[in-house]
């Protein structure tokens, strides 16, 4: 259990960050950030990335992954039984390197497996299980590494427990009406 909240606590910036921009989508005066991260370009005639990918969500994202760190920097930093219970020493972490990384690395995943989806011609927004639940926590992870070293088998655990938490809040946000599809 403790593993899972470990998990959960650990990733916690990265999946704030990759669910933030279809709220900011929602936000009008964020509109002038609206415009395609890959600056409409393309490569072999085909989009780099495509319309869904905008730097209003990429700075969103990050600044969402740097504020949720903080807030667990003050949580941990007074929290005892907190600090027991993940058996890691978040207070040493910088915490505004751990959001950027996190929001970063995540919304970096997502955008390269857009990539792809472009590349063999599946349409942006269209599903592509399992590689839009797994791409953001690849991404997280990887950036993440150079900060903070784990043992594999939390990296695999984290990687488990949020395509659990991507699964069930995707679905979450079908039945709010914030995503076209449930999956």
Do not use: C
Not at 4 to 11: D, K, P, R, V
């Amino acid at each position: 259990m403790n593993n899972i909240l470990f998990a959960l606590w650990f990733f916690l910036p990265a999946g704030i960050a990759n669910a933030t921009p279809v709220f900011a989508k929602k936000i009008k005066f964020l509109d002038k950030l609206d415009y395609p991260m890959d600056f409409k370009k393309s490569l072999n005639g085909i989009r780099i990335f495509g319309d869904h990918k905008t730097f209003r969500g990429l700075i969103t994202g990050i600044i969402m992954a740097i504020i949720t760190a903080g807030l667990q920097k003050i949580i941990f930093d007074n929290s005892p039984e907190l600090r027991a219970s993940l058996g890691f020493d978040f207070s040493s972490i910088n915490f505004i390197l751990y959001g950027f990384l996190s929001g970063f690395g995540a919304l970096f995943g997502d955008a390269i497996k857009s990539f792809f989806k472009r590349r063999i011609n599946i349409k942006p927004g269209s599903a592509w299980f399992p590689f839009d639940q797994i791409d953001y926590i690849a991404g997280g992870i990887l950036f993440l590494i150079p900060l903070i070293r784990l043992d594999v088998t939390l990296y695999v655990i984290t990687f488990f427990v949020w395509f659990g938490m991507h699964l069930i809040s995707t679905y979450l946000g079908y039945l709010l009406k914030l995503k076209d599809k449930p999956i």
